[in-house]
């Protein structure tokens, strides 16, 4: 097949290269004008970033990279499709980032391509670490109410509290704590919700439902949620989720120590409510929870039975009530390496000390 002019986008600058490419049984080779190899690219590997609808450029991609060539002429659709047998399969994962930018024009989808993949990630990482800690737990404080509120039945947030439901949880709280070094001091505390889930918000404040009370089997199945959003906490990915979120205006006000006027704290309580985790933030603060209840000494299979049942979990209504499962996605990777990781064989409480946090909302008598 002969050559075909395309631009080529290396996903790393945002610059744009004017690239001939040779489509062969071979290879797809991009070369740019001076006739230097930019990309060698295995057939089988190529594929179409988005389905080219209207006469749209085709835009390539290859393997896992960022990478783009964008062919203007659409005429060669038909040979690629030839020499390029996985062309239409889109990547897994891929379509949710991609589809919007379908609708735009190529240029600006690859440029939009840079900056979802590349530098909205690394400039909220950046961000998230620039902010200080202090900062970050003033205004934590200030929003907990209501996002606590958001996940209650009834107007007013209810945060759970009985003299030994309070004594079991803050005494695991501090075996879990003492393992890790903390930005800011924690504030663990359960609130009342119908839904099965745990919730980290920056500075610290980490909020357990009851459901996930009712829902554990056992306490080392809660010290092990626990313990995996201590990780989130101690690697502040709830403050880099609301930095990717959030307006620079207010990204500046923040990093100024600004959390004044609401409208940071409303910002907060809307974007960090429904936001997941990705999976590299889940694969962080699981690596970080195995070390947390090894050091601790408790067992580690508690939270993989947790992570078991929720993967096993087909029912679609009782799905949307383990929350837990879109906030945290559970993989059997994870679930694997949680396994292999476990080195410690105690339990988390006494069984009294369960009774008592499982009832930490209950109205019945002590
Ligand atoms: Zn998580």
């Known amino acids: 097949m002969s050559d075909v002019a395309a631009r080529y986008f290396d996903g790393e600058s945002a610059r744009q290269i004017d690239v001939v490419v040779q489509i062969g049984p071979q290879n797809v080779v991009v070369r740019d004008d001076a006739e230097n190899v930019l990309a060698v690219w295995p057939p ?19 393997g896992k990279g960022v990478a783009r060539v964008v062919i203007a002429d659409t005429s060669c659709q038909a040979a690629l499709e030839r020499l390029c047998p996985n062309l239409n399969k889109l990547r897994p994962g891929f379509r949710e980032v991609w589809r ?50 958001f996940f209650t039945v009834g107007d007013e947030a209810v945060y759970c509290s009985s003299p030994q439901g309070d004594v079991a949880l803050s005494t695991l709280s501090q075996r879990l704590v003492s393992q890790v070094d903390l930005p800011y001091p924690l504030t663990i505390r359960v609130i009342e919700s119908p839904i099965v889930n745990a919730f980290t ?6 909020l357990v439902f009851s459901e996930l009370l009712e829902f554990a089997d056992g306490p080392e199945e809660v010290a092990g949620v626990l313990a ?34 609401g409208s940071v704290v409303g910002a907060l309580v809307q974007f960090t409510v429904r936001a997941a985790y990705t999976r590299d933030a889940e694969r962080e603060a699981d690596a970080d929870a195995v070390d947390i209840l090894n050091g601790a000494g408790i067992d580690g299979a508690g939270f993989v039975d947790f992570f078991d049942r929720l993967l096993g979990e087909e029912d679609s209504r009782l799905r949307d009530a383990l929350a837990v499962i879109n906030t945290h996605p559970p993989t059997d990777e994870r679930s694997e390496f949680v396994r292999k990781s476990i080195t410690a064989s105690g339990a988390a409480m006494s069984d009294a000390q369960w009774q008592a946090l499982k009832n930490i909302c209950g109205d019945e008598e002590d």
């Open 201 to 206: 918000l920056p500075g610290g404040q980490i």
């Open 228 to 261: 995996h959003e201590i990780g989130h906490a101690v690697r502040r990915h709830p403050m880099e989720i609301f930095a990717a979120n959030a307006g620079s205006a207010t990204l500046i006000g923040l990093l100024l120590g600004d959390i004044s006027g």
């Open 100 to 149: 919007p930018i379908a609708l735009w024009t190529s240029v600006a989808a690859a440029s939009a391509a840079f900056l979802f993949l590349v530098a909205i990630p690394f400039a909220a990482k950046q961000a998230a670490q620039s902010i200080p800690p202090e900062i970050e737990a003033r205004l934590g404080e200030a929003a907990v109410d209501q996002i606590a509120r």
């Open 44 to 62: 089988d590997e190529v594929r179409l970033v988005v389905k080219p609808v209207g006469g749209r450029p085709l835009q390539l991609a290859h």
